[in-house]
């Protein structure tokens, strides 16, 4: 079973910013997509910004220009920093990594981590 431990999450005025971070049990190499998801009460899950394949990236429209998603292939982890924070982005934000095929201690699948609250206030 993959791993995925965030931190970074927090209380923030609106204006501040947030970096947040996955870590991950497996080489990040071993990773088809990573990225960032969240969900707000009463709301779906959705897409914030995520590593596609090799160095591309993709980003929710409304995170443009503020968010900035990176990773530490040494530390095998994934950052998200988060500039600018409004209202709007207050959520719980979810670490999800993609492996599409099996290595021999780790099976193809769909990961999640636990989220971390990230609540910006007005």
């Known amino acids: 079973q993959v791993q995925l431990v965030e931190s970074g999450g927090g209380l923030v005025q609106a204006g501040g910013s947030l970096r947040l971070s996955c870590e991950t049990s497996?080489?990040?190499?071993?990773?088809?997509?990573m990225g960032w998801y969240r969900q707000a009460p009463g709301k779906q899950r959705e897409l914030v910004a995520v590593f596609t394949s090799g160095d591309s990236t993709k980003y929710a429209d409304n995170v443009k220009g503020r968010f900035t998603i990176s990773r530490d292939n040494g530390k095998n982890t994934v950052y998200l920093q988060m500039n600018s924070l409004k209202p709007e982005d207050t959520a719980v934000y979810y670490c999800?990594?993609?492996?599409?095929?099996?290595?021999?201690?780790?099976?193809?699948?769909?990961?999640w981590g636990q989220g971390t609250q990230v609540t910006v206030s007005s």
């Open positions: 999800n990594a993609v492996m599409l095929y099996s290595t021999r201690l780790f099976n193809a699948g769909d990961y």
């Open positions: 497996i080489s990040i190499f071993s990773i088809n997509t």
